[in-house]
């Protein structure tokens, strides 16, 4: 009984050690400063893309059509020996839930709903996991904008943007115009949230440079005026 306890241990510390090994960090510092250069890629033109059916959130004149890729996914299945692989596609984008979409998405058409131009909010590659849009500050101030919750950079190098990678924080004008980074380059984003006209975020940056994000860490306290023009964050110490 000993050895087999002694066996299911090494077992069990050979397996976490694999386990660590292939864990991916989130940033991959390529040089020997360990300063990751930050290089926004654009979209790939040639990719084949798909659009959800537009949304409009209540009291604004834009429709935003969510672009993704088809995905599919891979089921397998072994019987007597064999082995069957079934494809499923899945052709959804986004969920809607008012007042946040969610989903995989990688850009956005915006469309007055009154026109048939449509414009894209960025050139450049992203993820977008989230956009919230600020409903009660545009009842209390007739401001109307956008939060987006995304990734912007492959920062773990593996050909993917996900949720393996760097979070950002991004604000827009409910048609898609002043798209603006509030989130400092490799700052993974906490959390945030809406108070008056005031929109307050936290980020962590990783100090020690060792491609993960720690209690050795530094969490970076930030904030910017809703009804300013600049939209320029600004640092605060809650902790003083």
């Given amino acids: 009984m000993k050895s087999y306890i002694a066996l299911?241990?090494?077992s069990l510390v050979a397996v976490v050690s694999c386990k660590k090994e292939t864990e991916t960090p989130k940033?991959?510092?390529?040089?020997?400063?360990?300063?990751?250069?930050?290089?926004?890629?654009?979209?790939d033109s040639t990719e084949i893309k798909i659009a959800d059916l537009p949304i409009k959130f209540s009291g604004?004149?834009?429709?935003?059509?969510?672009?993704?890729?088809?995905?599919?996914?891979?089921?397998?299945?072994s019987r007597s020996g064999s082995s069957k692989i079934n494809n499923q596609v899945s052709y959804k984008i986004s969920n809607y839930s008012t007042p946040e979409i969610t989903g995989f998405i990688t850009n956005v058409m915006f469309q007055h709903k009154d026109s048939l131009d449509l414009?894209?909010?960025?050139?450049?590659?992203?993820?977008?996991?989230?956009?919230?849009?600020l409903d009660e500050l545009a009842l209390k101030t007739n401001k109307q904008f956008l939060v987006y919750t995304l990734v912007d950079v492959d920062t773990n190098k593996d050909g993917r943007y996900d949720d393996n990678d760097i979070k950002t924080l991004y604000i827009s004008k409910i048609n898609g115009t002043k798209f603006t980074k509030l989130t400092p380059d490799l700052h993974e984003l906490l959390d945030?949230?809406?108070?008056?006209?005031?929109l307050y975020f936290r980020s962590i940056e990783d100090i020690n440079k060792n491609g993960e994000f720690d209690s050795k860490d530094a969490?970076?306290?930030?904030?910017i005026n809703l009804l300013s023009e600049d939209w320029k964050p600004e640092p605060y110490n809650p902790l003083k």
Avoid at 27 to 43: G, R, S
């Fill in 8 to 10: 299911l241990a090494v």
């Fill in 27 to 43: 940033v991959i510092y390529e040089n020997e400063k360990n300063t990751a250069e930050v290089n926004y890629q654009k979209i």
């Fill in 60 to 77: 604004t004149n834009y429709l935003l059509h969510p672009i993704g890729n088809v995905r599919v996914y891979n089921t397998g299945s």
């Fill in 119 to 133: 414009k894209p909010l960025t050139e450049n590659r992203m993820e977008i996991l989230s956009i919230n849009y």
């Fill in 192 to 198: 945030w949230q809406v108070i008056d006209e005031k």
């Fill in 219 to 223: 969490v970076h306290y930030s904030s």
